[in-house]
């Protein structure tokens, strides 16, 4: 018997977005949410952890890969992503039927899928909104930014992956989701962005599209304010297998929605002339900021 929890949608036509409709254990409902990026998809690859618009960032970095849908909505087996209980952060308030309507990226591609009363990610030009988390990533000129229910994205400069050219990778990358969203706990941003970098560089940077990481040096790590919190950030250079090396970085802060609430920015660049600078990554940082209604909390980093 499945258990309750968010699976991927029966529904789903295959077309958009990958989405997940929660099971009450006895029936659908009709609430549906991106499908956060456990679930592993064929296709072009960029990248971590959570689906935003029409992309799964599952690493966001120059090493990242784009994720696309694989040919069906519908799956084979129970969802492979953990299942919660109804009671558990994450589940639906409510028992909605209805079936849900997808949202509007930033970028005016189709965004995670929503249920009956279930918020869409408010547009802002200029901005990608990560919704759960509470704030608002700038896009740079020339970027892609994708708002999400849970996550939000902005990628730069695709390319064939060197260590796969089946692949696509992208030149520079930034994601941001809730830290629960990505299985991180930690008790503070420290020791949250201390324990991401590493997974950050394997995923961004790892594997075959990248080879392994030889060897890193870290760069940065230190406190800093970002949306009016006190968040830590640390910034490695890593050396590649295969490919040009790169920056990761992980960015840990409280959401200006929630202080209870841990946000992780991940970044990572190319390093090649092709690549953004890694000034474009602090004005990313700088710029930061509360989404349209998620309360208190400025944009800057100091």
């Not at 799964?56 to 519908?74: M, N, P, Q, S, T």
């Not at 910034?235 to 200006?256: A, H, I, M, N």
Request: aromatic letters at 4%.
């Amino acid at each position: 018997m499945t258990p309750p929890g968010w699976h991927p949608d029966p529904g789903h036509s295959g077309k958009g977005p990958a989405q997940e409709r929660w099971w009450d254990g006895a029936q659908w409902t009709g609430h549906v949410r991106a499908s956060p990026g456990a679930a592993r998809r064929r296709g072009i690859r960029i990248g971590v952890g959570v689906t935003v618009g029409a992309v799964v960032l599952a690493a966001i970095g120059g090493g990242v890969y784009l994720l696309g849908e694989d040919g069906g909505g519908r799956p084979d087996t129970a969802a492979s992503s953990p299942s919660a209980a109804p009671d558990l952060p994450g589940a639906p308030d409510g028992d909605g039927k209805d079936g849900g309507r997808g949202g509007e990226g930033n970028d005016g591609e189709n965004g995670g899928g929503q249920g009956p009363g279930e918020q869409l990610p408010p547009t802002e030009p200029g901005f990608a909104t990560d919704l759960a988390a509470g704030i608002s990533l700038p896009v740079p000129d020339g970027w892609k930014g994708t708002s999400g229910a849970v996550g939000a994205g902005l990628t730069t400069g695709e390319h064939a992956c060197p260590g796969d050219t089946a692949e696509t990778c992208v030149r520079g990358g930034v994601f941001s989701a809730p830290a629960a969203a990505m299985k991180l706990t930690a008790a503070t941003p420290e020791e949250a962005a201390r324990k991401d970098i590493e997974a950050n560089a394997e995923e961004s940077y790892g594997g075959k599209s990248y080879g392994e990481i030889t060897s890193h040096e870290e760069l940065k790590s230190e406190a800093v304010t970002v949306a009016g919190g006190k968040g830590y950030v640390v910034r490695w250079k890593v050396v590649t297998e295969k490919g040009d090396d790169g920056y990761v970085e992980s960015l840990v802060f409280p959401s200006p929605a929630s202080e209870d609430m841990l946000v992780v920015v991940r970044s990572g660049f190319d390093i090649n002339k092709d690549a953004p600078k890694l000034s474009v990554l602090d004005e990313i940082t700088g710029g930061i900021k509360a989404a349209s209604g998620a309360g208190g909390g400025t944009g800057g980093a100091v």
